[in-house]
């Protein structure tokens, strides 16, 4: 069995500024980040859908430590986003400092945009991740 979405193919996409998933024929349910099967049936019947990047924040955590070779980006907020076709993401919030982020951002609707960062001291390069804005 193939990867219909590679994870190489998707971070491309991102530092593109596209957001992909995967779109189950079966049931119907959006997986993001890429999977080889469905999240709900494991059904292998995907096609690669672009997703709108929008959704709302489920969840946050503020950073303050952060791994060998980016210490200059702490502190960050990283937050757990329900996109608005389905699946839950993680990126970092980038319209408030990070200590003062409050419970109140949960529920706030968000967009997505995407940067490349630098790889740090243990990575295999550069890495895109999404970056969070909010919407109002």
């Known amino acids: 069995?193939?990867?219909?979405?590679?994870?190489?193919?998707?971070?491309?996409?991102?530092?593109?500024?596209?957001?992909?998933?995967?779109k189950c024929s079966d049931c119907g349910t959006v997986t993001c980040p890429?999977?080889?099967?469905?999240?709900?049936?494991?059904?292998?019947?995907?096609?690669i859908v672009e997703l709108k990047g929008t959704g709302v924040i489920k969840t946050?955590?503020?950073?303050?430590?952060?791994?060998?070779?980016?210490?200059?980006?702490a502190p960050y907020t990283i937050v757990l986003v329900e996109l608005d076709e389905g699946p839950w993401i993680m990126g970092n919030l980038v319209d408030i400092d990070p200590r003062?982020?409050?419970?109140?951002?949960?529920?706030?609707?968000?967009?997505?945009?995407?940067?490349?960062?630098a790889g740090d001291t243990y990575s295999n390069g550069d890495a895109v991740r999404p970056l969070f804005s909010f919407v109002d």
Request: with cysteine; proline share 1%; glycine share 8%.
């Open 1 to 22: 069995m193939e990867y219909k979405l590679t994870h190489r193919a998707y971070f491309a996409s991102l530092k593109k500024g596209k957001l992909l998933g995967l």
């Open 34 to 47: 890429p999977k080889m099967t469905c999240q709900e049936c494991t059904g292998t019947n995907l096609e």
């Open 60 to 73: 946050f955590t503020a950073a303050y430590v952060t791994s060998l070779g980016r210490e200059n980006e």
């Open 100 to 117: 003062k982020v409050t419970i109140d951002i949960i529920g706030r609707k968000v967009d997505a945009g995407f940067k490349t960062f």
